[in-house]
C-alpha cells in the first residue's frame, strides 16, 4: 500500500522532471514559427536551418576547443592533487583540499566577475583561453571529489607489492595506478566536459566576442523567429548527451565485468 | 630524511593546482575587494580609498530588497527541492527493483542546456504557453492566466526543476549508505514505520540533505539565468542587479561591492544552516 503510492509519486516526480524538457523536442518539429498549442503540423525545417547557422557552427566549434581543454587540464590537476591528499601525510592537506574547493561555495557571478576585473587591471584580452581559466575555477573541484573517491576506493597494497616486486614508480603508475584510476578519469573527464560546455555566466564575461554555444542561445533566445531553430539545438544537443552518457555506462559496466573475471 | 623527500613530492603533486587556483580565485577575489574600496570617477576610479559603495549596498532600501528577494527565493527553492526530492531518493533507495534503470532516468533531464531548460518553463507558463492553452481547451478558464510567468513564483518552480539532480543524488546516496540491520533492529525493538524513519532514516541520511540543500543554495541566490528569463521585474534578483554595474552603468566599484556582499552573505547562511542541521541531526538521535 505504502510501496505502490511511493511509486506513484516517482512516476509523477518523472514527469515533473520530463514535461518541460520535452518542449524542446516537441516544438522543435512543430511547423511555426510561434510557440504556442495547438501545434501546427510536422516539419524539419528547423534542423535544416540549424545545420546552415554558420554563427551557430562557431560558437559549438568554441564550445567544443574549451570543453576539451577544460576537461582535460581539471582532470590532470585533479589527478596530481587528488594522489597528494590521498596517498600522502601532508601538513595543511585539510586547508588546501578546503581552498581548491572553494569556488563551489562561491555564486558563478562573482567567480565570472573577479576574473574579468583581473583580466582588466592585467591589461590582458577576454578570450576563449579567459573562458578555460574560469571553466577550471568551476571544474576542478568537481574533478577531486571524483578522484579522490576512486583513490579511495581501491586497495594501495597494490601499489607497494608493485614496488616491492621492483617496479620504479613511473612504471607503478602506468601499469597499477592508471588502469585502476581508469573509471574515476573517464567519468571526471566526462562530468568537467559537460560542465563546462553548459558553463554560461562564466563565459559570457570572459570570452569577449568569440561566443560559447550557451552565449550563443543567449543571443538567439531574445529574436522569437529564431525561437524553433535554438530548440531544435536543445533537442540535438539532449540526444547526443544521452547516446555518450549511456556508452559510458556501457563501458563502466565493461570494466566492472572484466575485473570480476579477472580476479 | 627520507619521509622529508616523500612530502616534498606530496607538495610538488599538490602545488600545480594550489597555482592555478591561487591565480584564478584568489588574486581576482582580492583585487575585488581592493576595487570595492574605491569610487567610479569618470572611466577609472578615485585617488583615495572610501566605504562608500558599501555604505550605499546596506544602506539602500531598494538594494536591501534585492538581497533579502534573493534569499528568499533561493530559501524556498532549496526546501522545495530537497522536499520533493526525498521521497525520490526514498523510493530508488529502499523500493526500486531497478536501481540503475531510475538513475539513468532521473539524470536524462538534466543532460541539455540549463539554458533550455529554464527557457522551457517560459514556454509552458506563458501567456499562449502549455498551462493556459491546455486550460482554455478544457474550458476550465476563457482568458489566458497572466500569473503564472513573471513574478517569483515562476522563479522558484523553474529552480526546482533545474536543479532537482542535485537534491535526488546526494540523499540517495546518504540512504543508500545506511545499514539495513539498524532498520531491522529498530522494528525488532518494536519501532512503528514512522517511528523507525525518525529516529533512524532520517537522521543517519542528514549529511545527504545538508549537502544537497547547500549544493542549491549557494548558486541559486547568485543565479542571474532564471531572474532574467522568468522573472520579470517582481522576480528580479541580486544577480540582475550586480550584472547592470558591470555591462550597463560601469559602476565597477560598487559592482564588487555587491559581489562580495552577496558572496558574505550566502557563505554566513550557509554555514549556519549547517551547524544548526547537524546539531539538530544530533539531538533527535
Known sequence: ?????????????????????????????????????PLSGFTTRWYGALAGDSAMQHALGNSLKVGIVTALLSTMLGLAAARAVTRYRLRGAGAALGFISLPLFIPDIVLGLSLLMLLGAMGLPLSLAAVVLGHLLVCVPFALTVLI?????????????????????WMTFWRITAP?????????????????FDEFLVAFFLSGTEATLPIYIWGQLRFPERLPMVLALGAVILAVSVVLVICAEYVRNLGVKDRVVGA | MADNGRNAEGYGLLAPTLVV???????????????????????GFG?????????AVLGRASYRLLFLRSVAISAVVTLVTVALAYPMAYFVAFHARRKFFWLVALTIPFWTSYLLRVFAWKIILGFNGVINSGLMRLHLIDQPLGVLLYNPFAVVVTLAHAWAAFAILPIYVSLEKIDRSL??????????ALRRFLRITLPLSMPGVIGAAVLIFVPTTGDFVTPSLVGGPAGTMIANLIEVQFNGVGNWPLGAALSLV?????????GLFVASARAAAKAVR
Open chain 2, 262 to 270: 552577496s558572496m558574505a552573505m550566502v557563505a554566513v547562511i550557509a
Open chain 2, 183 to 192: 532498520l531491522e533492529a529498530a522494528s525488532d525493538l518494536g519501532d512503528s
Open chain 1, 180 to 196: 585502476l584510476m581508469l573509471p574515476g578519469i573517464i567519468a571526471s573527464l566526462l562530468l568537467t566536459f559537460i560542465t563546462s
Open chain 2, 21 to 43: 587556483m591561487g591565480l584564478a580565485l584568489a588574486a581576482p577575489l582580492a583585487l575585488m575587494a581592493i576595487t570595492s574600496l574605491k569610487d567610479q570617477s569618470g572611466i
Open chain 1, 1 to 37: 500500500m505504502k510501496n505502490k503510492s511511493l511509486l506513484l509519486y516517482a512516476f509523477a516526480y518523472l514527469a515533473f522532471l520530463y514535461v518541460p524538457v520535452l518542449v524542446l523536442p516537441v516544438f522543435s518539429f512543430n511547423d511555426s514559427q510561434f510557440i504556442a498549442f
Open chain 2, 47 to 55: 585617488q583615495g580609498w572610501t566605504l562608500d559603495e558599501y555604505g
Open chain 1, 149 to 169: 573517491a576512486r583513490f579511495e576506493g581501491f586497495d594501495r597494497n597494490l601499489e607497494e607489492a608493485s614496488a616491492d616486486l621492483g617496479e620504479d614508480g
